[in-house]
């Protein structure tokens, strides 16, 4: 029976046959709607806050997005290092060892929850006062609150985060989909009902959000309890297999110290913007309103990124290298061709775009200014994201890691520096920091990839041993 099941899975999700456009977008697709449905939670909330007329309060729940990212962001490496580790040994067709893969990334979850729980809001109140440099006026309250909240639900977005990993990594994007389309649906009723209702204000959308991501980490933990696939999670299982944990970590690490790092250097960079030469409600309302739409942008991008590490590690795993650097070039023209559609209206008709958000005229202008410059450097993200994930696929998780961790905050922390101290502190040059972070690492990363990086299998974490010798990947 399990053996059926298995051979079911394959023939549904198996990235390493057929068109390379279409199962990369079959991939894409469910994702890019998760995607979409994840950064709703946030979104939501921010427009909800937004229609109640409280400047400050929608500066706040939109300004906290850096700090719930580093979190996030270190867990999200791991959870993709499990994915890259689960995915090439699904490629292999090693199925015990994807299965001790499989508990692993549970135990480890589990044990994680409780630590980043306590940790994050242990330093809440630092990092708030890191971001805004003060804690008086109408915004640190308003942020402490939906923080601690919000953090208080943690264990749910890791639990989702790499639940939702183990799926895609054998290609079921669509369930993690459907689950997040539950829970935003969930997330979008309770905000109303708190807000309006109940006049709950920030603290409203704060517990409308742990409640809807505890509804996605549900259903996911139940999918894996009771699938008959081959990721199911067996309880008694679970325990850590160090080597499996080591390969994890391997891929995982770099990948999470790049998304935490990042994030981490983001508070800084907020943190200009909060102190430009404009009154601080409009330029982090501004902010606000700019970054809601840099997500939605962003994710078609983020999507075919996570295609690309999935579909190049099953390739590899089956030892198939050309077919793997193939994928890469067919995803870097989709997210290309995606971009361009959507950032073309968002300049045309940036002011129209800033007041769905939030109708404060000085938030409006500070919002339409930057929706107008600087969404077409956006393209630069096609290029070093989807190479990126290209090179995690196959087990490099160091090198994209260093290149992006130098370029988002090496670059733009001294850009930052420079330009605030000895050129201008007035609004747009200061955001400007990050489409000059883009550029830079775009240059990098292709440099890296053409002149340094090998698909060489000594890297592919053993998991096409099992194949036979003439399948063995070739090197370049």
């Given amino acids: 029976m399990e053996k059926t099941a298995v051979k079911k899975v394959r023939a549904e999700a198996d990235m390493t046959k057929g068109s390379i456009i279409k199962c990369i977008a079959l991939f894409t697709l469910p994702l890019l709607a998760g995607n979409f449905f994840q950064q709703l939670y946030n979104m939501v909330d921010t427009w909800v806050i937004g229609q109640t007329g409280d400047a400050g309060a929608y500066s706040a729940v939109g300004s906290v997005g850096p700090i719930t990212n580093i979190y996030i962001g270190l867990f999200s490496g791991l959870a993709s290092g499990a994915g890259v580790v689960i995915s090439q040994y699904f490629g292999a067709n090693d199925n015990e060892k994807l299965s001790k893969t499989v508990h692993t990334s549970a135990l480890i979850t589990i044990i994680l929850s409780v630590v980043f729980t306590a940790v994050s809001l242990l330093l809440t109140p630092l990092m708030l006062q890191l971001m805004l440099r003060t804690t008086e006026g ?5 942020a402490q609150t939906y923080l601690l909240i919000y953090f208080s639900g943690t264990v749910f977005t890791l639990v989702y985060n790499m639940g939702a990993a183990i799926l895609r990594a054998v290609g079921d994007s669509k369930r993690p989909f459907y689950y997040l389309a539950v829970a935003a649906v969930i997330n979008t009723v309770l905000d109303l009902v708190f807000v309006f209702n109940f006049d709950m204000g920030v603290a409203g959308v704060a517990y409308a959000t742990i409640i809807a991501q505890a509804v996605s980490a549900i259903l996911t933990v139940i999918t894996l309890l009771k699938t008959r696939l081959c990721v199911r999670v067996t309880p008694k299982l679970m325990k850590i297999d160090w080597p499996i944990l080591k390969k994890i970590v391997i891929v995982g690490i770099p990948a999470a110290l790049q998304l935490a790092l990042t994030a981490f250097s983001n508070v800084f960079v907020q943190s200009y913007i909060s102190n430009v030469n404009s009154e601080q409600t409009a330029s982090l309302g ?5 970054n809601k739409v840099d997500q939605f942008v962003f994710l078609p991008i983020q999507s075919i990124a996570l295609a690309v590490t999935t579909f190049v590690g099953q390739n590899l795993g089956a030892g198939n290298v ?11 023209a989709m997210a290309t061709i995606v971009s361009v559609v959507l950032i073309v209206p968002i ?4 002011g129209d775009v800033a007041k769905i958000f939030n109708s404060n005229p000085d938030i409006v202008a500070h919002a339409s200014l930057l929706l107008k410059y600087m969404t077409p450097f956006y393209l630069f993200s096609c290029v070093n994201q989807v190479f990126a994930a290209a090179m995690r696929g196959a087990g490099n998780s160091t090198a994209p890691m260093l290149i992006m961790l130098g370029c988002f905050i090496g670059v733009r922390q001294i850009y930052l520096y420079v330009v605030s101290t000895f ?7 200061i955001a400007f920091s990050y489409p000059v972070g883009w550029a830079a690492c775009t240059v990098a990363i292709l440099f890296y990839y053409f002149v340094f990086f090998r698909f060489d299998k000594n890297k592919l974490l053993d998991a096409n041993k099992n194949n036979s010798a003439e399948n063995a990947p070739e090197q370049k």
């Fill in 347 to 350: 300049m045309l008709f940036s």
């Fill in 423 to 429: 050129v201008t502190n007035e609004f747009l040059p």
């Fill in 138 to 142: 109408e915004i640190y309250p308003a």
């Fill in 322 to 332: 050309s077919r793997a650097k193939k994928g890469i070039y067919c995803s870097y």
């Fill in 286 to 290: 501004g902010w606000t309103t700019y």
